[in-house]
């Protein structure tokens, strides 16, 4: 599913860009999505290297490469961070990533550390030209350095890898949810192993409640929307997961 435009209203725009074929990330989909405001770019997770040239291609129907003005990593997965040397070629975009992670980026290429940028643990404001988007934490759900993007202007919260789906391309594809029920069991095994605690969701959860958000999109799977967004915050408020559920031998609870 490409070019699914979920904000628009003529001066910004909100787009899921790509949903990588999943034999391109190893049997996971993966989305990639870009923030247009007045003709200026961001870029948010723009995936590994095997799904580069098609990210590029759906990007080339919204801007031009040189109209890019920041690229926004979630985290440090390769499915994240993989092909991040190819679009530092192409562009001249500064790279936004927790200041975690800053120290492990040369392991992905040669790429130009000077124009990465640490983001605080606090999270901080991300300026482009007539916009300000919020750049918040999202930390051990499931990387100790996570970030969130949340984007005011279209009230939409992309969460990285916080509601991801675990959807292996075996169904229709679908852009949104809407009603929650039904998804719980796509994303349930996921988050309960790979979320480090339910303290650290709360958090989550309280920080995204004041933000009050009309959408939530996460890097796989698809994007919630209207009561499933509530839905989902109830649902992760009061999930245990990760050093919660673990037991004494090392298992996890199926």
Sequence with gaps: MRNVTLFDDGDHQFILLNESDPGAENGIESNQYLIVHQRIGVLLDPGGWGVMPRVLTEMLHHLQPEDLAAIVLSHQDPDIVGGIATWLELTSATVHVSSTWMRFLPHYGQIDIGRFFGVPDQGMALEIPGCTLQLIPAHFLHSPGQINLFDPASGILF????????IKGDGEPRAF????APHVPAIAGFHRRYMACNRALRIWVARVRSLNPTMIAPQHGPVYRGQAVADL?????????????????GAFPS
């Design 159 to 166: 969460s990285g890898d916080v509601g991801a789906a675990a």
């Design 177 to 180: 949810i809407d009603d929650f």
């Design 233 to 249: 915050l109830d649902w992760l408020e009061a999930l245990p997961c990760g050093a919660d559920i673990m037991q004494a031998d």
